[in-house]
């Protein structure tokens, strides 16, 4: 990360596990963050920022093919030939469809309906922004309002599979503990939880058992980690 001028910061990640597509191949990516707004007034402070992501090689979509197989019926028992296979369909589909979706297998039938997935990787560039809110309350602690919105366009274009994220959260920092929850909507993300695409949902706790020692609990992804400053 390099600060370019006091408000701007570009970043450049060349092999970062969260930024590895499916396929597992390097996917470098760059970021520009740009300070837009900061003020503080009576206990209140307003910042607001604006950026950019690039990502090289990102999984963006799929490319899901229908194929239609004919099966004969080997004598009336369970064995059945496949006969033929048919292309009835093309489409390209959120990244998180699912690879092994098919018709149900239905033991009478002699033709079934399969889905075959290729991964569509390419560029992926991300423009985003966002405001927060900072209360400092009477006690010491402190409340913040997030909110912001970003908009995604890629190889397989907007027309094709518009992306975007809209979210908001909030923050409260009681000093030994603080509680967050935000929601988000984003159509290339499915719910940990329900696995649905669209509405995520997230709630957490960090908590500080000492000064140099913390733990913290999300609930969407659900996971626990641990923060231990040496020194």
Do not use: C, K
Not at 21 to 43: D, E, I, Y
Not at 80 to 99: G, H, I, K, N, Q
Not at 102 to 116: C, L
């Amino acid at each position: 990360m390099w600060g370019a001028l006091p408000r701007t910061q570009v970043s450049v990640d060349l092999a970062e596990s969260a930024a590895l597509n499916r396929r597992l191949a390097f996917n470098p990516t760059a970021a520009l963050r740009v300070r837009v707004l900061q003020g503080a007034l009576s206990g209140v402070s307003l910042r607001v920022a604006a950026g950019a992501r690039g990502h090289l090689r990102a999984l963006n979509a799929q490319r899901r093919t229908t194929v239609r197989t004919t099966y004969a019926d080997e004598g009336g028992g369970p064995t059945f030939r496949a006969l033929s296979d048919e292309t009835v369909a093309t489409e390209v589909v959120r990244p998180w469809a699912d690879r092994t979706q098919s018709t149900p297998w239905d033991p009478n039938a002699t033709v079934r309906d399969r889905y075959r997935f290729e991964p569509l990787v390419g560029w992926r560039a991300t423009l985003w922004t966002a405001a927060t809110v900072q209360v400092t309350t009477s006690a010491g602690g402190q409340l913040g309002w997030h909110t912001g919105a970003a908009i995604t366009l890629h190889q397989q274009g907007w027309a094709t599979l518009p992306a975007w994220r809209l979210w908001t959260g909030v923050d409260f920092d009681l000093g030994r503990a603080r509680l967050f929850g935000a929601v988000s909507w984003d159509p290339d993300q499915l719910n940990a939880l329900t696995g649905q695409p669209g509405l995520q949902v997230d709630l957490g706790l960090v908590w500080s058992w000492t000064e140099r020692f913390r733990t913290m609990f999300h609930v969407q992804p659900t996971f626990v980690g641990f923060l231990w400053q040496l020194r």
